[in-house]
T-cell receptor, first 118, second 112 residues
């Protein structure tokens, strides 16, 4: 399977703990995005990378959140001192920087990591 | 600024009857518009996209959407619903590649 993969698929943690999620984009895609989706809502943009550079961060991304893409391939999203309000599905997407998919702004999504903070 | 409004949070149809999921958008630029489907415990799957090549867009699984600039709408239709169409559907607008705005979603229920 050459799609976007995310790990873990589910994470249950206690309030105050740190968690880290991983995203592996489609191999030839330069752009990588993180979204958060809460129950009954559509995904909301958190941040995006072009190669290893983090080019944009949403106001939703508080100081407790940090994302990295050190080698321009996989990315990690870390949440420190988790709160119950962080419970959500965290989605990763990737897109190319050339070709038709780039022209049409098409993003390819992974299955998501569902975080539950107790 | 860009935004999307999905006019119905929940649509229920009988199997074999038409489906209409409504979407209105707002964008300062010529947008790209998408419909994604999300089945339980699965990732978002692209159904179709509008890219200014044609106003009537055909997607997978028999879905279509028509871009109407005068009405700022991009409604999703299917002539005959199937049980497997039951899912959450998201209308998405993008006028920059790093900024996709999702609607709140429409849950489609298909009754036998």
């Amino acid at each position: 399977d050459t799609g976007v993969s995310q790990d873990p698929r589910h994470k249950i943690t206690k309030r105050g703990q740190n968690v880290t999620f991983r995203c592996d984009p489609i191999s030839e895609h330069n752009r990588l995005y993180w979204y958060r989706q809460t129950l009954g809502q559509g995904p909301e943009f958190l941040t995006y990378f072009q190669n290893e550079a983090q080019l944009e961060k949403s106001r939703l991304l508080s100081d407790r959140f940090s994302a990295e893409r050190p080698k321009g391939s996989f990315s990690t999203l870390e949440i420190q001192r988790t709160e119950q309000g962080d419970s959500a599905m965290y989605l990763c997407a990737s897109s190319p920087t050339s070709g038709r998919a780039m022209i049409y702004n098409e993003q390819f999504f992974g299955p998501g990591t569902r975080l539950t903070v107790l | 600024a860009q935004s999307v409004t999905q006019l119905d949070s929940h649509v229920s149809v009988s199997e074999g009857t038409p489906v209409l999921l409504r979407c209105n958008y707002s964008s300062s630029y010529s947008p790209s518009l998408f419909w994604y489907v999300q089945h339980p415990n699965k990732g978002l799957q692209l159904l179709l996209k509008y890219t200014s090549a044609a106003t009537l867009v055909k997607g997978i699984n028999g879905f279509e959407a028509e871009f109407k600039k005068s009405e700022t709408s991009f409604h999703l239709t299917k002539p005959s619903a199937h049980m497997s169409d039951a899912a959450e559907y998201f209308c998405v607008v993008s006028d920059r590649s790093n900024d996709m705005r999702f609607g709140a979603g429409t849950r489609l229920t298909v009754k036998p």
